[in-house]
């Protein structure tokens, strides 16, 4: 199965939102982008159309002072996926992420839950197929969405974010940690994110030999290697593209995979 992803990069590469930020207020301003961006990557090969609600959780559209959209932004985004999802016969998935607020401790694990309750709830009423958990590098927090989705009768798909190390953020090894989402109910687990394809195989290859659920992996497309293992860490002394030559993130172009 194929799902596309990469919408908030995509999105801002055509000037429909700001990097750094990645809110994804094109849903509200500009939603015929949205609904054609969805078109165009069905029309690629993508087997799932997946709501547009990446970072439109509380936390961060406050940052952004967007906090009193939040429902309206979600909900939007979720009529406009199902409106592709229809006409083309894909499937229709719901999406939460990381909350840039978890801390491994008790008072953030329930803001985090709260934050994916609502949104959560949101995607049930909207008739999702399943729901995506992904950019996740706190293995706790990725079990916290993944409880809120399952308790709200939903299939459940984790895929967890890896840096430099491949270890979540407590240090569990990746294999270890799908193998505690497995045994926690995760119907699919896996990484999307930070990786390119290079950087990224040779860990899912430990998480398919680890567990028996089916295994996700949705790579960033950039030419990731042993030395820069992450998109956000590639960078080129000569190139003058931003300060202290990083690439990331509006300078990616010349490292993007050829098809």
Known sequence: MICAEGYVFELERRGYLQAGA???????????????????????????????????????????????????????????????????????????????????????????????????????????????????????EALIALEAIKAAGLAAVVTLAVHREPTTFEGWPISEACKQLEAAGADV?????????????????????????????????YRTTEEEPTFSGLHDPAYPGVPGGRHFPTALEPLTCNR
Not at 34 to 49: F, K, T
Not at 104 to 117: I, L
Not at 192 to 208: S, Y
Request: with cysteine.
């Open 22 to 140: 990645f809110v994804p207020e094109a849903v509200l301003e500009h939603p015929e982008v949205v609904r054609q961006l969805h078109r165009d990557l069905v029309h690629a090969g993508s087997d799932v159309v997946e709501a547009l609600t990446y970072y439109a959780h509380r936390d961060k559209l406050r940052v952004v002072g967007r906090e009193g959209d939040l429902e309206a932004l979600n909900r939007q985004a979720l009529a406009i996926a199902k409106e592709v999802a229809d006409e083309s016969g894909a499937l229709l998935a719901g999406d939460i992420s990381n909350t840039n607020v978890f801390a491994d401790d008790p008072a953030t694990a329930a803001t985090v839950r709260a934050m994916f309750e609502e949104q959560i709830a949101w995607a049930a009423e909207a008739g999702v197929d399943f729901v995506i958990a992904e950019t996740i590098s706190w293995g706790n």
């Open 189 to 221: 687990v896996g990484l999307n994110c930070i990786r390119g394809p290079h950087t990224m195989l040779p860990l899912l290859l430990e998480i398919r030999a680890a567990v028996s659920c089916h295994v996700a992996g949705v790579p960033v497309p």
